[in-house]
């Protein structure tokens, strides 16, 4: 590797780094030296890992119009390279904006074309990460079940591979839809389970976990109930997507 291009992957990985612990504005400057790197190098794959990953820290400061434009440039990059991979990145990534907009639907086309990436490169975490997604976007559309199903798939692979931060995730949403479907005891069950976990992390998400698990344990057991939509994202959904 020359030093242009080991100097662009640092930029990459720094820029990563900033964004996992919420310094974002920093995150962005990284990610777009990365770029003017890339572009002077001629490299399109690296250029497109770089807009997705300026997408994504514009994406977390609640610039949704600045990261949808981002994502859909970096898809661009990533397609002409065939790096499906990245691809599948950021198709979660702009399949979360959408998310948070409202537009489960378009979120959910998005997620499920990650998905077939994913299972098609044998990228397990991948997998489990757009199962995850899904289960999201279904349960906020009201569709409970389907919800359930998608996460204990995901619950199953994150487990098989040690991601515990997904697990956690899947273990909160699994708790959720189960109280809507009336099984409060299990759901404060699963719940607990997932507070552990994230405060074993220390998930940026920990608190609202707590938060809700103390909401679930003062709620009377209910019969199921006709599902209805719930739009309002998560203080969990705003860390992680």
């Not at 399109?44 to 300026?54: D, H, P, T, V």
């Not at 600045?66 to 702009?94: F, H, N, P």
């Not at 359930?148 to 487990?159: D, K, M, N, S």
Request: net charge negative.
């Amino acid at each position: 590797m020359g030093r242009q291009a080991a100097e662009c992957q640092s930029w990459g990985n720094l820029g990563t780094a900033y964004r996992n612990i919420g310094e974002f504005q920093k995150s962005i400057e990284a990610h777009q030296q990365q770029l003017a790197t890339a572009r002077e190098l001629g490299d399109r794959r690296a250029e497109g890992n770089a807009l997705c990953g300026i997408g994504s820290a514009y994406a977390r400061l609640g610039d949704v119009t600045q990261a949808i434009d981002l994502y859909e440039q970096s898809l661009v990059a990533l397609r002409e390279t065939e790096y499906l991979r990245g691809e599948g990145v950021a198709l979660g990534g702009l399949g979360r904006v959408y998310a948070k907009l409202g537009q489960f639907q378009k979120a959910i086309e998005l997620f499920n074309r990650r998905l077939e990436i994913t299972r098609e490169i044998n990228d397990r975490r991948g997998e489990g990460e757009s199962l995850g997604q899904l289960g999201r976007a279904y349960f906020q559309l009201g569709e409970t079940q389907k919800a359930l199903e998608l996460h204990e798939q995901a619950l199953e692979i994150h487990r098989e591979i040690e991601n515990r931060r997904g697990e956690s995730i899947d273990l909160f949403y699994l708790g959720m839809a189960l109280a809507k479907l009336g099984e409060q005891a299990k759901a404060v069950e699963l719940a607990e389970a997932s507070l552990k976990i994230a405060e074993e992390i220390e998930a940026p998400w920990a608190e609202t976990f707590r938060q809700r698990l103390a909401e679930l344990r003062e709620e009377p057991p209910r019969d199921p109930a006709p599902q209805q939509h719930h739009h309002a994202a998560t203080e969990e959904q705003r860390s992680t997507g």
